[in-house]
């Protein structure tokens, strides 16, 4: 009989649909608060209004496109302003570092928005049909109409949620009430429509069914973090010098000497959300949410055994536990030089922004002068130089602004709507507010005034007075 060829290689492995099992514990509860207070913070942020008179928008948090402002309910950044973002998404990412280096990926296990949607729509999923069991029934049933029904019913549901997600993210660009209204009155702009259909797919697709592929094939974050990470780092951790060799509990009650604490009931495998099975050692698959302690530890407690058989533990902690000694106590692995370090320049940066923020002028002058022609001789042999001015007023109320001229002896400056004949070294401007005014300056300086730098000051009166100068040139023949 001739002899069958071997089966070739399989270089794909068709993924194992995860059915995680509802488990209740100190960490679960801690993932219920952070998933209450992010959903809450993300989806209602848009509707908190904020008093800022009648000259600017009354949206609390508000990125202002058209008229490239941002708005965080007391702060509003301008433009030129921009490296207040830059250093909050520094700090951002600072942040990132300090939890990596101290508690491993607790941000994946908490409170990354690809965890949070995954775990609402696996909510969705025992809501709809049941707990781990009644899933994996249902998913190897065939098609019938009860099951159509039930698909349908979540599949909508999932929607619902892609479509709050959408509608939400929108909100943050424009007035949400008016928003709203515009929207289901089929007048709000285009991009609307659009950015709500993506987000809508988007979020289904990533947090209702491809879920834990996100953070283990597609995500790079995983990758990054393990570089941050040291032996202090504490990370959900099975302690196998304590587990194994595990057994059931039928074995293990007959021979107690035999094996180790690991009963081997695969409670850790069937919460974990990932569908990882964390006895087999650190690994990418792993997002750090901690609900493998939680099953454990209620399993520990069932057979009357000490707690803590998978546990946050630092690799350094481990080697000793499982030489015998004991772990340094958590608090002195998070306090160590590293995580103070992150710790300082977050904080540091975080100071410096405030600091800025408090110390910041409300008003900007910009000054450009005309290049061509770079000067004009006037009528009575003076030489006149062209500028434009642009008058940044970066309060919530008109003000009156007063151009000064320091320096450039003798010369008189006018504007498009101040006469030659009212030329003056001070003039004052009424600007709007939360408006830059662009003004055109003609500065006019005796003959025989030579080539120069000199000063055009902006200054303003009333209770809290603010300046600002810019230093330009002055331009004359000859030279
Ligand atoms: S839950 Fe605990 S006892 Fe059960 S298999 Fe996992 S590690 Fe072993
Ligand atoms: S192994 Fe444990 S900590 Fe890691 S993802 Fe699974 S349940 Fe969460």
Redesign the pocket.
Known sequence: MAKSSPQPAQLYEPRKQVHNKRIDGPFRRFKWFVMAVTLTIYYGTPWIRWDRGPYAPDQAVLVDLANRRFYMFGIEIWPQEFYFVAGLLIMAGIGLFLVTSAVGRAWCGYACPQTVWTDLFQHVDRFVDGDRNARMRLDAAPWTWGKVLRRGFKWTIYLIIGFWTGGAWIMYFADAPTLVYDFWRGEAAPIAYITVAVLTLTTVTLGGFMREQVCIYMCPWPRIQTAMMDEHSLLVT?KDWR?EP?GSLKKAEKNPDAFGD???????VQVCPTGIDI?EGPQIGCITCALCID??DR?MKDIGRPRG??DYATLEGSKREAAGGEARPAWKELLRMRTLVYLGIWGSIGFALLFALGARSHVDLGVSPDRNPPFMLLSDGSVRNSYTLKLRNMTQAPRDMTLTLEGLEGARFWTDSIPIEDAARSITIRVPADATQTVRAYVAAPVGTSQQDFDFVLSTGGERPESDTNTTRFTAPGE
């Not at 690991?262 to 850790?268: E, F, G, N, R, W």
């Open positions: 099975y587990g595990r690991c009963i081997d009931c695969m409670q850790c006895r099953a454990c399993v058989l998978i």
